[in-house]
């Protein structure tokens, strides 16, 4: 259907759930929501989204406020992550987890943000007490001067890797590789709310938002600005917070309670041939 | 919903707009769907009597604009409650001293209580698409919360059951709107009567004033009769006024002859289309509260609006008390004699008709605004009669092509033998009433129609079925769906067909490439000197191993 199906590796992971080779995954018949997003799961302009399709989605709220700007057909079925989750629950899992892993906020192929990452880098080091990682998404990994920013700072700087697509098998192992890292790591953070974000939490992560948010250059206004993310999650902003509560918060953006069998999958995803009579 | 996208910096909001949470940035309840229920007159009235002298006032979700400034302007403080963002940046744009809050009803409950609470538009839009909705007593109760002790609340809430439901096409609900992320119809708290509505109002710890049914219609309500003058038996002049809603809307039956039948059955109160309550808190101490007189009932009549007294009406402001003339409706009796095929009748009421008119009767009559008691003619609340009083024959000609048109469009039995249309008919009524009258006579009563702004020809289309509606509107969704579809796989076809084209081409080169490149002698020396080496390297491994 569409590209952004097989990013980070979900099909694989969704394939891997319904019991199907995850090397070669199939078409998703529909569209699945491949990033924490606080408008209806989708970007702005996501024309691409044919009607007559579903939209897998992670949450409710996503779905009401979908429906209200006029988007049919959500089908809530959680986070690709959950699905991993309940695939690895031993996965990287370490008794001794220290340090903070710490998401920038990034821009993508088509957009790039603008900020100062050496004045973030020094406000991590002011905040941050044990050893920190930095991970980059792997266009600002590519900019030397960015890495540099971090890396001279005693940061460790890594990257999960490019996104990938059906074809390439390069991003089928994104989403292990950072619950490998989340689950070694202490704490997560970042300076604007993320996917990231939410995966450290389910997975016993502390939280932490502070520092820049990072505009993109032509940020659209339908999300409302940084300052619609903090009168939503006041509870989340801040250098300490409240761990059981940024745990409950990520449960209920990735969708925990929405997880489907994987029978229920392969026939909403169409890897289930119907014998129509 | 995109249109307001420009606008949705919550940074940028006038220092009057309070985001409280819940705020909806990409909607508004001011247009389309479901838009801003048309209250006139009868609740500005009405509004007028509760409205206290000195005190706060709190409008909940969207009222209509005219509303919204005669309360700012009449009340000493007054501030609004508002889901849509966009919505209360321009309420505050208007009235830059007015508090609106944005965001969802229960998060205002902190807030200092008011005198008088106005959600005339009910409570189904109080809730927003960022939190599951409330059920309706929880609502209510939060929405009772805001009232001060001795204050009063004015609630509208629409019937599930109201008559203008029962003629509906499409009804509003089960349609899917953009509105109905959460859909109405499943809450068990929601009021499925008068009797519901007290005890919901009870509970929420309000003492109900009085209880109005509002008709023809809950997206223009055009009156409201109060509890106590449903018990009385009213007079069918105004009833009948009542009855017709202007309607627009694809219908499944006359609305006219359906409600017409819910006073006949005295069932006015059970299934009007909206019920408006005025409730009070009780006060803490006694006495406390201001005792306001609130009329039996309000009825509007185009641009005048009257007053239901216990022995008639009074034209507001400061008209004269008049009893409501008796007697059936014209149109009635004539649709009656039409059904049973009675044209003596039809001659004999008419040719009285005509003599009425020629005596100098109401030039702004119609059939659906006249009584007549058995021996006289009286005009319901004629619309004021053109500077220029037209010819008798005219206005008969003009009250019968009335009388024909709503005839045909309602589908009633007629005695007429041959399919008539409407310009037909009118010239045969004349004729019944003893007057000749010719196509030019009936311009000229067309025109005299439009000229007195009640027109007779409604865009309701030919009724239709609702199975055979949502059928049609099914497929309808289903081609649109299936059309997007082959639209993008053919896009798509296209980009990996090109894709191909240009794969298989760099593979015939590269092919090409590599036949030319084992064609050359470097390549081929090497693959000769190579040869030697890979006997040797063999050699010495079976030597040493």
Request: with cysteine; aromatic share 8%.
């Amino acid at each position: 259907m569409d590209e952004s199906n097989h990013w980070y590796g979900h099909s694989r992971i969704l394939s891997r759930y319904c019991g199907l080779s995850e090397d070669t995954p199939n078409r998703i018949q529909g569209f699945l929501q491949h990033g924490w997003n606080y408008l209806h799961g989708f970007p702005p302009n996501d024309h691409w989204c044919s009607p007559g399709y579903p939209r897998f989605v992670w949450s409710d709220v996503l779905r009401r406020r979908g429906w209200s700007m006029g988007r049919r057909g959500h089908y809530l079925i959680g986070a690709p992550w959950i699905y991993l989750l309940d695939l690895e629950p031993e996965l990287g899992v370490r008794p001794d987890r220290e340090g903070t892993i710490w998401y920038p906020f990034h821009g993508w192929e088509k957009y790039s943000v603008s900020g100062d990452h050496a004045r973030l880098a020094d406000e991590i080091r002011n905040v941050e007490t044990g050893p920190v990682t930095i991970c980059l998404y792997w266009l600002e990994y590519a900019n030397p001067d960015i890495r540099q920013a971090y890396g001279s700072r005693g940061f460790r700087v890594i990257c999960h890797g490019d996104r990938g697509s059906r074809w390439e098998a390069k991003g089928r192992d994104f989403l292990r590789k950072q619950l490998i890292e989340l689950r070694g790591h202490r704490r997560v953070a970042s300076n604007r709310l993320g996917s990231a974000l939410f995966y450290g939490a389910s997975v016993g992560c502390e939280v932490a938002v502070y520092g820049d948010p990072m505009q993109y250059e032509d940020e659209r206004p339908e999300y409302g600005g940084t300052a619609r993310r903090l009168r939503l999650w006041p509870e989340l902003h801040g250098t300490e917070v409240d761990r059981e509560l940024a745990a409950e918060v990520a449960r209920r953006e990735l969708g925990f309670e929405y997880q489907a069998t994987p029978e229920e999958l392969r026939r909403m995803f169409g890897w289930k041939r119907v014998r129509t009579a | 919903m995109e249109a307001g996208a420009h606008r949705v910096n919550t940074n940028e909001a006038p220092d009057n707009v309070r985001l409280i949470g819940g705020e909806m940035l990409l909607w508004s309840d001011m247009s389309g769907l479901g838009g801003v229920v048309d209250w006139r007159g009868a609740a500005l009235e009405l509004l007028g009597r509760v409205l206290p002298d000195d005190g706060r006032v709190l409008l909940v979700g969207p009222h209509p604009q005219a509303l919204v400034d005669d309360v700012v302007a009449r009340a000493s403080s007054a501030a609004v409650l508002l889901r849509s963002y966009p919505d209360a940046r321009a309420l505050a744009e208007r009235h830059p001293g007015l508090t609106v809050h944005c965001g969802r009803l229960e998060l205002l409950a902190d807030e200092e209580p008011y005198e008088l609470v106005v959600a005339l538009d009910g409570l189904l839009r109080t809730h927003s698409a960022e939190a599951p909705a409330a059920a309706w007593d929880e609502a209510l109760g939060a929405l009772a919360d805001l009232v001060a002790p001795g204050g009063r609340l004015v609630l509208g809430v629409h019937n599930d059951l109201g008559v203008d439901r029962f003629v509906e096409a499409r009804p509003t609900g089960r349609e899917c709107a953009d509105d109905q992320w959460a859909p109405h119809g499943f809450d068990p708290s929601y009021p499925g009567g008068p009797g519901a509505l007290d005890v919901g109002l009870e509970s929420a710890g309000l003492s109900v004033q009085r209880c109005y049914a509002a008709f023809p219609d809950r997206r223009a309500p055009r009156s409201l009769l109060s509890r106590e003058a449903l018990g009385f038996d009213l007079p069918e002049a105004l009833t009948f006024a009542l009855s017709a809603g202007d309607g627009d809307r694809m219908l499944v039956a006359d609305p006219l002859r359906v409600t017409r039948l819910v006073f006949r059955h005295r069932l006015g109160e059970e299934l009007a289309p909206l019920w408006v309550a005025v409730a009070t808190r009780p006060p803490r101490a006694t006495g406390a509260s201001r005792t306001v007189e609130l009329p039996l009932g309000l009825i509007e009549d185009g641009q005048a609006l009257y007053e239901l007294t216990p022995s008639g009406t009074r034209r507001l402001p400061g008209g004269e008390e008049r009893p409501v003339p008796a007697g059936r409706v014209v149109e009635e009796l004539l649709v009656e004699a039409c059904a049973r095929e009675d044209v003596r009748t039809i001659r004999e009421l008419l040719s009285e008709l005509a003599a009425w008119l020629e005596e100098g009767g109401e030039v702004s009559a119609a059939a659906d605004s006249l009584v007549h008691d058995g021996e006289r003619f009286a005009a319901v609340n004629p619309p004021a009669a053109p500077a220029t009083p037209p010819e008798p024959r005219v206005v008969l000609c003009r009250i019968l092509w009335r009388f024909a048109v709503r005839l045909l469009a309602a589908g009633h039995h007629h005695p007429w033998p041959w399919p008539l249309e409407a310009d037909q008919l009118t010239l045969t009524l004349c004729g019944m009433a003893g007057h000749t009258c010719d196509p030019g006579d009936l311009d000229l009563a067309r025109k005299l129609d439009a000229e007195l702004g009640r027109p007779a020809e409604l865009a309701a289309d030919a009724p239709a079925y609702r199975d055979l509606l949502s059928a049609r509107d099914r497929l309808a969704d289903q081609l649109t769906a299936a059309l997007a579809r082959i639209a993008r796989l053919e896009t798509k076809l296209s980009y990996r067909e090109r894709e191909l084209v240009r794969a298989k081409a760099k593979l015939r080169r590269t092919q090409r490439k590599a036949t030319a490149y084992r064609r050359t002698l470097g390549y081929r020396l090497s693959r000769r000197l190579a040869r030697p080496r890979k006997v040797a390297r063999r050699v010495m491994r079976l030597l040493s191993g």
